[in-house]
């Protein structure tokens, strides 16, 4: 809940920092000053965002889960562990050993 709270309040904030950049930058063109550098309190606003969004992302996700050997193997069991699929072979070569040599002398 507060992980939401957080996210909606960056976004409200970094898209009030953007508009307050336009506004800026439209009042310096207007006024025919050459381009400057941001006022103070839209760079503290920016990262004070950056921040919001940074904890809002952490408290919303979900919670890690264990990747021990012991935990995987409580998912499976011994027959799709020792199974070897990966080892089936479906063209064999089982015909050639029981025939006879040719001679190679045709």
Known sequence: MIGKLFLTLA???????????????SLLKALG??????PLDIVYESILALILGLLGASLNAPPLKDITWASEMKKRTIDGMDSRLGFAHYKSRGKF???KPHDGKS
Do not use: D, R, V
Request: net charge negative; aromatic share 12%.
């Open 11 to 25: 976004t409200l904030a970094l898209l009030h920092a953007a508009y307050s950049t336009y506004e800026h930058l």
């Open 97 to 99: 050993l029981f025939t």
């Open 33 to 38: 000053k050459p381009e400057g550098s941001l």
